[in-house]
């Protein structure tokens, strides 16, 4: 049994955990669980928040594990957690919001690329790097928010704290920026 | 995706406290998501107070895995099953079906009758078209007619649904009376394509019923009356029939705006 | 797995407000319910309070686009919805609990709550966890396998809550949600409701006015079809005199109004 749990992906995880294998979700959470801490811990300074998260989506893939494995264009499982946390993050924005206190954004100074970094493979694609690097900070964030992690207009809004409409100028101005850089 | 980033760098990235420019947080975390290599890195560069969180989340998930449901596997086809099978629709269709059945038995009863089936054949689906998408008859009308998919959509799926039943019902009994296939599966489908272009203007259930009485008094009345199969019916009138169904669900595709928009009927 | 923004959605926001009603009328059956009405909701929980018979739930219809309206303009995230446009995309956007609502017996909650989800067009890989999260913010995670022929009005009504709210929509209709629920319940309805006014236009219709104070950041009065008042809880509890009807100042500032409108009108 253990020696077939390190075997399986983590889409077979998810598979073996909806018909209510505990020691598959436990495996996945093993496997899984630090990757989108240090993923949430980019995005929220704050501890308790990010543990918050973590938890109420782990919970919701044991109950939902289910209905993902049982829908014919399962994606990947990882992917899947991450649309899970992510939106969860954003109703933990949602619920300090209306208490007036926004958790810390992790706001990375924008740093240029160490000298050792310049040498990391596995790129986005060296000019879409290059292109990003040219962006303004602002615009950046919301690229992240909107592309990498695809939260909606709505959703960035409340993340980053700024107007809809400020979200939506900034996407459109990164991607003209982008299709500059790109061409 | 084949080069992996930097140990080094993944373990900065997997470091809350450490620096790392945010064009190369973007590509490590689009690498970490495709690649569990990595991630497995990720794991193993923790700090001591990430272990503890991760501990005490861990530990949260068993009270609340004891406290909660399991998970539920569902049946393969249960997906599918809910989107095509409309149960409000299912007495309807036993109706349906137990006519034609009887139309069946009738003509082994007394042959020199004209077709029964052939003659029914036409007005078959249409009792199940009028309700499948009707705020009389679906429980849940109120919240689905809010929906983007109501409209055309839940009309042509919930209709498909129908000759789902009524073709193969209406096929075994043209074999069973010897009907010619042709002359009782065409207009049953010209029928149900002029019931859904009709419906784009006065609404399906009055399309239904109009086609239906039409159909009742010009033709089934007088071929019960003079026991005589009408000429629509007879043996060379199928090209018609099919020219009809193709014509008529053209006509229906070119009228589908009628179904987004909101209306009274239906 | 990054996903593709499309220029549609990054187009700037040109309307002011979620929902626009001009004139609005509004047929139920022969009477008209809804008879000239003007309305502005913005993001926030908008609270619509009015005597039986005032038009409520013909207005929450016709804003769901369950109705046509007979007369006026309506605007709903800045499209227009009358007899001739498409709905689907303003439809994608919408939420709507209405006061009755039937289910099909068989299905689960999690089932469902998942049919509405596809029904709302939402994308395919989004729909599972959306679901769970639905069925958790409105606390029936415990029975989200339990059959609907099951659940007691409460759960029921709270099962409907969740359908509305799955796809996160921008401009969410609740008709009577608290009908079954008992205190606790309410309260958790209540924080829930403010949650979702941090980013969507959401308008509870209801007849107990404490629910309208606590939980609201706007007054909408309406009666025989049309906008009698629209203001915060706190201006409502001004509009009441020692005299007026109620239990608290609320309910005196409520009744106060219905007074003086009704007073205009008979004029």
Redesign the interface.
């Known amino acids: 049994m253990r020696r077939s749990l390190d075997a399986a992906g983590e889409d077979d995880l998810v598979r073996r955990t909806a018909a209510g294998d505990r020691g598959a979700f436990d495996e996945l959470y093993r496997r899984t669980s630090p990757w989108l801490l240090a993923r949430l811990r980019r995005r929220c300074a704050d501890e308790d928040v990010v543990a918050d998260v973590m938890q109420e989506t782990y919970l919701a893939v044991w109950r939902a594990a289910g209905t993902f494995a049982g829908s014919a264009t399962s994606g990947s499982g990882v992917g899947w957690l991450w649309t899970i946390a992510a939106h969860r993050l954003v109703d933990a924005f949602r619920r300090r919001a209306r208490q007036n206190q926004l958790p810390a954004v992790a706001l990375t100074e924008t740093v240029a690329p160490a000298a050792e970094d310049e040498v990391m493979a596995a790129r986005v694609g060296q000019e879409l790097e290059h292109a990003l690097l040219v962006l303004p900070p602002e615009a950046r964030q919301v690229l992240q928010a909107m592309v990498l992690d695809g939260f909606s207009v709505r959703e960035t809004s409340l993340l980053l704290g700024v107007p809809e409409n400020t979200v939506k100028s900034r996407a459109r101005r990164a991607r003209l920026a982008l299709r500059e850089a790109l061409s | 995706m084949t080069t992996h980033p930097n140990p080094a760098v993944i373990a900065r990235y997997a470091d809350p406290a450490a620096e790392l420019d945010e064009v190369t947080v973007w590509s490590v975390e689009v690498h970490l998501e495709g690649c569990a290599h990595c991630r497995a890195l990720v794991a193993g560069s923790t700090a001591d107070d990430t272990r503890s969180l991760l501990a005490r989340v861990a530990a949260g998930l068993d009270d609340g895995i004891a406290a909660g449901p399991a998970p539920v596997r569902r049946p393969r086809w249960s997906a599918a099953r809910h989107r095509w099978v409309v149960w409000h629709l299912m007495p309807w269709l036993t109706m349906t079906v137990a006519v034609l059945a009887c139309a069946v038995l009738l003509q082994a009863l007394a042959p020199g009758l004209p077709s029964l089936v052939a003659l029914l054949a036409p007005v078959a689906p249409l009792p199940g078209v009028a309700i499948a998408w009707s705020r009389r008859h679906d429980p849940a009308w109120e919240l689905i007619a809010g929906t983007p998919a109501a409209g055309l959509t839940m009309l042509l799926r919930r209709t498909a649904g129908v000759l789902a039943v009524v073709v193969p019902a209406l096929a075994l009994a043209s074999t069973r009376t010897g009907t010619s296939m042709a002359l009782t599966l065409l207009p049953c489908l010209a029928f149900t394509a002029a019931t859904i272009a009709l419906g784009g203007f006065v609404g399906v259930r009055l399309a239904a019923i109009g086609l239906g009485a039409v159909w009742a008094l010009a033709v089934i009345a007088p071929a019960v009356a003079t026991a005589e199969l009408p000429a629509v019916l007879r043996a060379g009138s199928s090209p018609g029939w099919a020219l009809l169904t193709l014509t008529l669900a053209g006509l229906a595709v070119l009228r589908a705006d009628n179904f987004r928009r909101l209306s009274s009927h239906n | 797995?990054?996903?593709?923004?499309s220029?549609d959605?990054?187009?700037?926001?040109t309307h002011p407000w979620a929902v626009h009603a001009q004139e609005l009328r509004v047929r139920a059956g022969r009477h008209l319910a809804v008879d000239g009405l003007d309305l502005a909701l913005g993001t926030g929980v908008h609270g619509l309070l009015g005597p039986n018979g005032a038009g409520k739930t013909t207005l929450m219809?016709a804003l769901?686009?369950?109705?046509?309206p007979a007369g006026g303009r309506l605007t709903l995230l800045g499209e227009a919805?009358?007899?001739?446009?498409?709905?689907?995309?303003v439809?994608?956007g919408?939420g709507?609990l209405?006061q009755?609502?039937?289910?099909?017996p068989?299905?689960?909650v999690?089932?469902f709550v998942?049919?509405?989800a596809?029904?709302?067009?939402m994308p395919?890989?989004?729909?599972?966890?959306?679901?769970?999260?639905a069925i958790?913010?409105v606390g029936l995670?415990?029975k989200?396998?339990a059959r609907m022929k099951t659940l007691s009005g409460g759960m029921l009504r709270r099962a409907g809550i969740a359908?509305a709210i799955v796809n996160?929509p921008?401009v969410l209709l609740l008709d009577e949600p608290t009908v079954g629920l008992d205190p606790e319940q309410r309260l958790d309805f209540r924080e829930l409701l403010?949650?979702l006014?941090?980013?969507?236009c959401v308008l509870v219709s209801t007849h107990l006015v404490e629910d309208v104070v606590v939980a609201c950041t706007d007054v909408v009065l309406i009666n025989e079809g049309r906008l009698v008042y629209q203001g915060t809880p706190d201006d409502l509890m001004t509009q009441g005199g020692q005299g007026d009807a109620g239990d608290s100042p609320a309910e005196r500032g409520y009744s106060a109004l219905l007074r003086r409108h009704r007073a205009e009108a008979g004029r």
């Not at chain 3, 006014?197 to 969507?200: N, P, R």
Request: a positive charge; zero cysteines.
């Open positions: 797995m990054m996903r593709t923004v220029a959605e990054t187009a700037p926001t219809r769901a686009t369950v109705v046509k919805v009358d007899g001739r446009a498409d709905l689907r995309r439809r994608r919408l709507y209405p009755q609502f039937g289910f099909y068989r299905f689960t999690r089932e998942e049919y509405m596809w029904l709302k067009e395919k890989s989004a729909v599972p966890g959306a679901v769970q999260r958790d913010r995670t415990a989200a396998g359908q996160d921008a403010r949650d006014g941090v980013d969507s």
